[in-house]
């Protein structure tokens, strides 16, 4: 994490030195931010993710990755960031769905957040169909994880007809 510049004073380069426009990230306050959103995680029972839509540093997401759940991401593009930077659940939502992002997207997420029930239908074939074909491939053992991970969608179908 850096910009390129190589400090005068042992290591520390004075604010004042920083070439703009820059993101000047204090790790220790971020580190005890992450800290109190795992202390909430612990004591709610919840998950806290981060929100790539508001902050996607993604060169901080290992530091992150160490106190929060996962990710939410609002599309394709963000779902791949979180799946490549940062180790945790990734869950995307977005207010419409592309049915050419929608495979891609059953393999790289955890959880899809569908806007409406319309939404859903719009997409519940393509989906089924898509999520038959992966839980066929995970039997067979060649995606292991997708079993658990598509289950709910693949009971969903018949009530959506």
């Known amino acids: 994490m850096g910009c390129g510049r190589k400090p005068t004073n042992g290591g520390l380069m004075k604010l004042e030195q920083v070439p703009t426009p820059a993101y000047v990230i204090d790790l220790a306050k971020l580190e005890e931010n992450c800290r109190i959103l795992q202390e909430v995680q612990e004591k709610a029972g919840c998950k806290v993710l981060l929100a790539q839509k508001a902050y996607s540093l993604y060169k901080t997401y290992p530091l992150i990755s160490k106190y929060l759940s996962g990710t939410t991401a609002s599309g394709l593009y963000e779902a791949k960031l979180a799946r490549e930077e940062f180790p945790g659940e990734v869950h995307v939502f977005a207010p419409a ?6 495979e891609e997207l059953l393999q790289i997420s955890d959880h899809i957040v569908f806007n409406s029930e319309r939404q859903l239908r719009n997409m519940v074939n393509f989906v089924v ?11 067979l053992n060649v995606q292991r994880r997708v079993t658990t991970r598509y289950m709910t969608l693949v009971l969903l179908a018949p009530v959506l007809e």
């Not at 769905?97 to 929608?102: A, G, L, R, T």
């Not at 169909?129 to 039997?139: D, E, G, T, Y």
């Open 97 to 102: 769905f592309k049915e050419s992002d929608m």
């Open 129 to 139: 169909k898509l999520v038959l074909v992966l839980v066929c491939a995970s039997i």
